[in-house]
């Protein structure tokens, strides 16, 4: 059974400019989950989705959105680009919301210039 | 207060001693508690859950839980040099959302 995808692994871009992200969650996975994640701060949650609806977000500025579509996969987007936004961000499926297991992609490492 | 807390670290053991990383939370409906391990470079890999009080045991692995007390421990036995990591306490609240510590960097000296 494949895990979780994201793309691209790697991300290089300029303030002001956005960015989107994408997650393909394990085969039979409804909710997907963003974190990001900085040495100073270590994993904050961004948001859930689960069968297309956003079930939880956590506190990050409009900035940041996501989407989910009707095969599970999912995009963030990040617009406006500062450069507090260099960061490891990370997607991650279950089941479904609750207290399934949750399993991790590789990550989108993005780096603001 | 932080809804998950955890010790930085560095913890250090020895090679064969047992490493005991602790984490409380605030949220006094949590259902579900989940340790994940984290390699430098890496993302977090799910070694632990539990759900009941008392213990779970995994092999070298051990979560004990207390929901009385809001606390969540990892004991590893026998701690091998390949268990140098971050270990991130994770835990479900109400809300079903899932929130994590900002983890306990563990360092097993030879």
């Not at chain 2, 929901?67 to 609240?93: E, F």
Request: hydrophobic share 30%; aromatic share 12%; net charge positive.
């Amino acid at each position: 059974k494949a895990g979780v995808t994201q793309t691209p692994r790697y991300l290089i871009k300029t303030r002001g400019q956005q960015v989107t992200l994408s997650c393909s969650p394990i085969s039979g996975h409804r909710s997907v989950s963003w974190y990001q994640q900085t040495p100073g701060q270590g994993l904050q949650f961004l948001f859930e989705y689960f069968s297309e609806t956003q079930r939880n977000k956590g506190n990050f500025p409009g900035r940041f959105s996501g989407r989910q579509f009707s095969n599970s996969r999912s995009e963030m987007n990040v617009s406006t680009l500062e450069l507090g936004d260099s960061a490891l961000y990370l997607c991650a499926s279950r089941l479904v919301t609750g207290g399934e297991k949750l399993f991790f992609g590789s990550g989108t490492q993005l780096s603001v210039l | 207060q932080k809804e998950v807390e955890q010790n930085s670290g560095p913890l250090s053991v020895p090679e064969g001693a047992i490493a005991s990383l602790n984490c409380t939370y605030s949220d006094r409906g949590s259902q579900s508690f989940f340790w994940y391990r984290q390699y430098s470079g890496k993302s977090p890999e799910l070694i632990m859950f539990i759900y009941s009080n008392g213990d779970k045991e995994d092999g070298r692995f051990t979560a004990q839980l207390n929901k009385a007390s809001q606390y969540v421990s990892l004991l590893i036995r026998d701690s091998q040099p390949s268990d140098s990591a971050t270990y991130l306490c994770a835990v479900t609240g109400t809300a079903s959302k899932l929130t994590f510590g900002t983890g306990t960097r563990l360092q097993v000296t030879l």
